[in-house]
């Protein structure tokens, strides 16, 4: 890994999960960590319950896109999250590579659609508090807006 790790975050449609999980890092690590999402199938839009639940807690993904995932977005990333890609996720020898079972925030209303971007934050925490040893990231601290 570089000085600057770098997470690919990675989903059927590239939509919900990955961009929620894009937003949580970015919000949390800053510039400490280089953020990319990508989808084997891309949707035409990110899911809008995904970008209200994501705004309840003071991180706009408004902006983000979905992404054709493609061979060199894996091999330019240190880590590779899925999301149940399933198959369609290259692998590339000396990646670090984890599953993450979530479940599919599309057609979910807010409620469970919040639940889910809660489990993806607490994911992120322990994903940047290994890549950076940083336990700042953690509930209350200055700079952490509550879920």
């Known amino acids: 890994m570089s000085d600057t790790p770098s997470v690919l975050f990675v989903c059927v449609h590239n939509?919900?999960?990955?961009?929620?999980?894009?937003?949580?890092?970015?919000?949390?690590?800053?510039?400490?960590?280089?953020?990319?999402?990508?989808?084997?199938?891309?949707?035409?839009?990110?899911?809008?319950?995904?970008?209200?639940?994501?705004?309840?807690?003071?991180?706009?993904?408004?902006?983000?896109?979905?992404?054709?995932?493609t061979p060199e977005a894996v091999q330019a990333s240190d880590v590779v999250v899925t999301m149940g890609c399933g198959d369609a996720c290259p692998f590339f020898p000396g990646k670090r590579y984890e599953d993450w079972k979530l479940e599919d925030p599309a057609g979910q209303g807010i409620e469970a659609v919040r639940a889910i971007r809660d489990e993806i934050r607490d994911r992120i925490e322990k994903l940047v508090a290994d890549l950076l040893g940083d336990a700042d990231t953690r509930e209350g601290r200055p700079g952490v807006t509550a879920g």
């Open 15 to 69: 939509a919900g999960r990955s961009q929620m999980a894009a937003g949580w890092l970015t919000h949390l690590a800053g510039d400490r960590v280089e953020v990319r999402s990508a989808g084997s199938a891309p949707a035409e839009t990110v899911n809008p319950v995904a970008v209200a639940a994501m705004a309840e807690v003071g991180v706009d993904i408004t902006d983000q896109r979905p992404k054709i995932l």
